[in-house]
């Protein structure tokens, strides 16, 4: 693709004319290397500057049940089909979930994410964590998400009751390649849990996992998939190698491989809340603060759920020294 080519595109995003671009045309951008990928990037900036100004939110996860998922995700080290010596504990008590909450509030979080190991919750899992949503949301003006697994209706409307914002369900990876990452339930799934969170109410939060052994291709269709998905948030991760997983040798991506990807993500979905996530660091290095540039309006801060990261105050500073404002 041209940078005339690239130009015009970028002016059709922003006025309007044009919502999105083609798989064609994300195809041709991720052929960019080198000084052309900086073009990408500042066109992407330009997009997220028109629709999401210059505000930029943060969240913060609790690992709220640890280790021991009968899932066989391949890069998971809370999986069961995995010896990583991750820690392992059942939902945490109400009052912990909510004393986590206060505390991300006081380190100018602006998103809260309950995230639970695991298929899918019981009920009376479900009725704990929805009593700590409606304390946090009294005591808070935090937005309430929350990743439990699978939800069916009834379970997506508890949780919308009890004051749940966003839900969020990652798709991990395209579909055509899902086979690879994970054989212990069917994509389909994962795409019902982000439909009954939708009707529910919900805003939807759903993205991927970069850097598993996709090809761009994937990655592309994994972009197109969350677009006619319609979902509202779209984190990215990047793959962080953990010993004992079937992962463990995948080379890490290059930084500027990563902030390609990023700006794809962004032309593709010029509305959405592209969120960066686990594995920037070791991912993107000296780059964290790029992630702006190549089209995120969102950032994940503090520690994963098994890794950690930087301190929020380091994050907090960053995005203050970009002249950017936290929502």
């Given at each position: 693709?041209t940078?005339?080519?690239?130009?015009t595109?970028?002016?059709e995003?922003?006025?309007?004319v044009?919502k999105?671009?083609s798989?064609?045309?994300a195809?041709?951008?991720?052929?960019r290397?080198?000084?052309?990928?900086l073009?990408l990037l500042a066109c992407?900036?330009q997009?997220?500057?028109?629709?999401k100004?210059?505000h930029?939110?943060?969240?913060?996860?609790t690992?709220?049940?640890?280790?021991?998922?009968s899932?066989d995700?391949?890069?998971c080290?809370?999986s069961?089909?995995?010896?990583?010596?991750?820690?392992i504990?059942?939902?945490?008590?109400?009052?912990?979930?909510?004393?986590n909450a206060?505390?991300?509030?006081?380190?100018?979080?602006?998103n809260?994410?309950?995230?639970?190991?695991?298929?899918?919750?019981?009920m009376?899992?479900?009725?704990r964590v929805c009593?700590?949503?409606?304390e946090?949301?009294e005591?808070?003006d935090l937005?309430?998400c929350?990743?439990?697994?699978e939800?069916?209706?009834?379970?997506?409307?508890q949780?919308k009751q009890?004051?749940?914002t966003?839900?969020?369900?990652n798709?991990?990876t395209?579909?055509?390649y899902f086979r690879?990452i994970?054989?212990?339930?069917?994509y389909?799934?994962?795409?019902?849990?982000i439909k009954?969170?939708?009707?529910a109410?919900?805003r939807?939060?759903?993205?991927?996992i970069?850097?598993?052994?996709?090809?761009?291709?994937q990655?592309i269709?994994l972009?197109?998939?969350?677009r006619?998905?319609t979902v509202?948030?779209i984190p990215l991760?990047?793959?962080n190698?953990?010993p004992g997983?079937?992962l463990?040798?995948q080379?890490?991506m290059?930084?500027?491989e990563?902030l390609?990807a990023?700006?794809i993500?962004?032309?593709?979905?010029?509305?959405?809340?592209i969120?960066?996530?686990?594995g920037r660091?070791?991912?993107l290095?000296?780059?964290?603060?790029?992630v702006?540039?190549a089209?995120?309006?969102?950032?994940m801060?503090g520690?994963?759920?098994?890794?950690?990261?930087r301190?929020m105050e380091?994050?907090r500073?960053?995005?203050?020294?970009l002249?950017?404002?936290v929502?």
């Open positions: 693709m940078d005339k080519t690239l130009s595109i970028t002016d995003l922003l006025s309007g044009r999105t671009i798989m064609t045309e195809l041709a951008l991720s052929a290397e080198g000084e052309d990928i073009d992407a900036n997009v997220r500057r028109r629709f100004n210059n930029v939110f943060s969240c913060v996860i690992n709220a049940k640890s280790g021991r998922c899932q995700c391949a890069f080290a809370q069961a089909h995995h010896d990583t010596g991750v820690k504990y059942p939902l945490l008590e109400k009052d912990i979930l909510v004393e206060l505390i991300a509030h006081e380190n100018g979080a602006t809260y994410s309950m995230v639970t190991s695991g298929h899918m919750l019981s009376p899992e479900i009725d009593l700590a949503v409606a946090i949301r005591k808070t937005t309430v929350a990743s439990l697994g939800l069916n209706k009834d379970r997506a409307r949780l009890s004051g749940v966003n839900y969020h369900h798709l991990e395209a579909g055509s690879e994970c054989t212990t339930h069917d389909e799934e994962d795409i019902e849990t009954e969170a939708s009707s109410g919900l939807v939060c759903s993205g991927g970069l850097g598993l052994g996709e090809s761009w291709e990655r269709e972009s197109m998939t969350l006619d998905l509202e948030s991760n990047f793959l190698p953990i997983t079937r463990e040798n080379p890490v290059k930084p500027m990563a390609k990023i700006a993500f962004r032309m593709m979905n010029p509305e959405k809340d969120t960066i996530c686990g660091e070791i991912t290095k000296d780059f964290q603060s790029w702006f540039m089209g995120a309006n969102g950032l801060i520690n994963y759920l098994t890794t950690q990261g301190s380091m994050d500073q960053m995005i203050q020294d002249g950017l404002s929502l």
